[in-house]
């Protein structure tokens, strides 16, 4: 598995606002909106793509257009929708499928509440929306279920991950033979005994929509 922390000065200064708990949610949610365009711009660096002939005014000009059949967007409910406007900005074409997933605080497991995907992923490009890959049972489950339906490769887009998270999912896709990546704007120290990010921001979800 490859995982690749995005370096960039604007990245890292939304960050630290996103981070940092006098900001409000609309605020929050703004950030958290720009912060994954320009994680989408890394993330897509391998996105399929074609060659292509058009005619400019002047002449024929050689380039290229993203392949069919177009990528899969997969926000992980609740706070991975937080993520899709910003994607589906620098992917328009891309398809998009929902898995709503919740993790029990008590255990830290993931359990899946919902699932709204096409069946048959054959030959998809996936990317999957989660801000926080913390324990990495939630995006370890969530990668395996599109696996399962044919997914050909899997690039997660995260707003911070933990050292713990990036073992748990090397682990886990070790010997699967396919490709996965996870982009983030920032690795974090540790997780604490509840299982949150240190430093981290918080409850994601909870920050974006409100405490439940
Ligand atoms: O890596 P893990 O240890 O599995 O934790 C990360 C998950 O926890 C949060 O979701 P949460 O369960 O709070 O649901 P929500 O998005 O509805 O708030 C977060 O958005 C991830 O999906
Ligand atoms: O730090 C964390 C860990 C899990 N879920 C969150 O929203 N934040
Ligand atoms: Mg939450």
């Known amino acids: 598995m490859e995982s690749l922390v995005v370096d960039h000065p604007l990245v890292a200064h939304k960050l630290t606002t996103l981070r ?5 949610s609309p605020t929050f949610r703004r950030l958290a909106d720009e912060l994954v365009t320009l994680l989408a711009y890394e993330a897509t660096r391998d996105v399929r793509i074609t060659d292509v002939t058009v005619q400019t005014p002047l002449a024929p000009a050689h380039g290229i257009r993203l392949s069919r059949p177009a990528p899969l967007v997969v926000p992980i409910l609740r706070a991975g929708l937080g993520m899709l406007d910003g994607m589906m900005r620098l992917l328009p074409t891309a398809e998009v499928g929902f898995l709503g997933m919740i993790r029990d605080e008590s255990t830290l497991e993931a359990q899946t509440y919902a699932t709204r995907l096409p069946e048959d992923l054959s030959g998809r490009q996936c990317y999957v929306l989660d801000p926080m890959l913390a324990t990495g049972g939630t995006l370890g ?30 682990k886990m896709f070790q010997g699967s033979g396919k490709p996965i990546r996870v982009v983030t704007a920032g690795m974090d120290e540790r997780l604490n005994e509840n299982g949150y990010i240190v430093p981290g921001l918080g409850d994601a979800g909870d920050r974006l929509y409100g405490v439940v």
């Open 20 to 24: 940092d708990v006098r900001t409000d």
């Open 141 to 170: 489950a969530a990668i395996q279920f599109l696996f399962d339906r044919g997914a050909e490769d899997v690039t997660a887009l995260c707003l911070l991950a933990a050292p713990e998270g990036v073992a748990y999912l090397d």
